[in-house]
């Protein structure tokens, strides 16, 4: 069954990790997909592959901390297709280091990208799926929004603002009957995570690989997510199964919070 048939499903940070597996995902299941990034060969590497589902698709430069840039992306999603049913706010990164070691510029890039790239995305469709009175937004946290850990201020701030800023724009958006829903997804196989391994595994003198399996350990499920894991739930959220939840920060982690 096709859930998404004729829907549109807009995707920031469509080009790796979980915003590719939610573009394949989306596409898997029937709707027309604009892949958002700005690292253009590979964003469009994963429209091609889009398409070759059977699938429509665009790929879309857009710097998720320039307005100009979002509206740029949308305006041409509205001239293709008329509408969007799914916004996907996937674009992140992490920069992670001691507090004493955290520069302003740091902190400034990484709010920038992880929270005010998610503002912004937020409000450049809201205005569309209150006109249409129906759509699905999908915030990207973490469960660093949840809990945190050392060398991580930025990042943990930033995912805690995700957390907050899907809970009001859910308040705004429920009387138009659009959804407004965060996923926190645990330590997933992306190449973020990857890098972070090899980071934050230095400071604790183990090797990328050691860190993650150290990470697995930890889980109730003694393993690490795959990012379509991640893209099932974003699915779940945007079909109609999912129309009576809102304003909600669901982890995906495993257990790894509640344990």
């Known amino acids: 069954m096709k859930r998404f048939e004729n829907q549109v499903a807009v995707i920031t940070g469509a080009a790796n990790g979980i915003g590719k597996a939610c573009a394949q995902r989306f596409a898997q299941e029937g709707a027309f997909v604009a892949c958002l990034d700005v690292t253009d060969e590979l964003n469009q590497a994963i429209a091609e592959e889009v398409r070759s589902l059977g699938a429509g698709a665009i790929a879309l430069h857009c710097d998720v901390t320039d307005p100009e840039s979002i509206k740029t992306a949308i305006d041409t999603v509205m001239e ?6 799914i916004l996907v706010a996937s674009a992140g990164i992490y920069t992670g280091s001691p507090l004493v070691e955290v520069s302003l510029n740091q902190w400034s890039r990484l709010i920038d990208i992880n929270l005010t ?7 450049a469709v809201a205005p569309i799926m209150m ?6 937004i999908i915030n990207i946290s973490s469960m660093a929004g949840k809990t945190s850990w050392p060398a991580s201020a930025e990042y943990s701030a930033s995912k805690s603002g995700v957390i907050g ?11 138009y009957g659009a959804t407004v829903n965060a996923v926190c997804p645990g330590n997933t196989l992306t190449d973020m995570v990857r890098g972070v391994a090899g980071k934050v595994g230095a400071m604790d003198g183990m090797t990328g690989e050691e860190w993650l399996q150290m990470r697995a350990n930890d889980c109730p499920m003694k393993r690490l997510a795959e990012p379509w894991e991640m893209a099932g739930v974003c699915a779940f959220l945007a079909s109609e199964d999912s129309r009576y939840l809102t304003g909600q920060a669901i982890e995906v982690d495993g257990g790894m919070v509640m344990s």
């Open 117 to 123: 790239g998610v503002f912004l995305t937020n409000q």
């Open 165 to 175: 800023l899907t809970r009001s724009v859910a308040m705004e958006l429920a009387p």
């Open 80 to 85: 293709k297709w008329g509408r969007v049913d």
């Open 131 to 136: 006109k249409q009175r129906s759509g699905s």
